[in-house]
């Protein structure tokens, strides 16, 4: 079970958080906000097996750390993984637009030299305007949009450009969420946590919490448990293998 979007850095004791998923056998994609954060953050990983770190510029950060592109692209070769990146059209980010838009094309055309990259996209409020820039970057072939939460329409869009989506407790706990769910490809779903911001019954999640999706794909894709269980872990292992060629670490 390998939880995909989780700010293991934010958490209030990330050495614990890291050791307890390690100890339950959970692994975690650890997404960072900052190019600057990379480097302490990665260091979690650091003798922990379950742990990876990807780099990101989180697009509510956009205008504050633009400066920082330039050490994102000098530690882009260290990481097969990027996230959280993306664009938030919500009205409180909106005034940043020009340079959300600037800093996700450049990291979208960096991402599109080299090896392969897996990416967590953040696309709220801004399905339409993620899925333009992925557009013009063909060669970014693993986006994975973290929390998707756009209408139908944009579901569809996002699966015909062949996005993977990950999803959670939180996401699922809604009606709306479940729904978009239902509508998404089997094979493209995987978990993830979104902790220490998601939260379901008013408690901060924790990359094991992912466990907690599993009853609720039963009943929407009218599995048994250990069936949901097996095709997650396909899913994990299909993802994976788009960007490492030893996924069985994670
Ligand atoms: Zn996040």
Redesign the pocket.
């Known amino acids: 079970m390998i939880d995909f979007?989780c700010?293991l850095d934010l958490y209030r004791s990330p050495h614990w958080v890291a050791d307890e998923a390690q100890r339950r056998g959970v692994g975690l994609l650890s997404?960072t906000?900052t190019p600057s954060a990379w480097t302490g953050t990665a260091r979690l990983a650091i003798d922990r097996s379950a742990i990876r770190t990807a780099l990101g510029l989180?697009p509510q950060l956009a205008s504050e750390r633009k400066h920082e592109l330039s050490q994102f692209d000098r530690l882009l070769p260290e990481t097969p993984f990027v996230g959280?990146v993306g664009l938030d059209g919500s009205p409180e980010h909106r005034s940043q637009w020009a340079d959300q838009t600037a800093v996700f094309r450049h990291i979208l055309g960096a991402c599109s030299q080299g090896p392969q990259k897996l990416i967590?996209v953040?696309s709220r409020r801004a399905v339409d305007p993620v899925l333009d820039l992925l557009d013009q970057f063909p060669n970014v072939q693993v986006p994975v949009l973290?929390?998707f939460s756009g209408t139908r329409a944009q579901l569809e869009r996002a699966m015909l450009r062949g996005c993977w989506f990950s999803v959670g407790p939180a996401m699922l706990a809604g009606a709306k969420g479940r729904t978009l769910v239902s509508a998404m490809p089997q094979d493209r779903i995987v978990l993830e946590s979104?902790g220490p911001?998601a939260q379901t019954q008013r408690l901060g999640l924790h990359p094991w919490d992912i466990s907690q999706s599993y009853p609720w794909l039963a009943s929407i894709w009218e599995f048994n448990q250990d069936r949901v269980e097996a095709t997650i872990r396909a899913n994990e292992l299909a993802l994976l293998s788009t960007v490492d060629r030893e996924p069985r670490g994670l």
């Open positions: 979007h700010h997404v906000t989180h959280e967590s953040h973290h929390w979104d911001f």
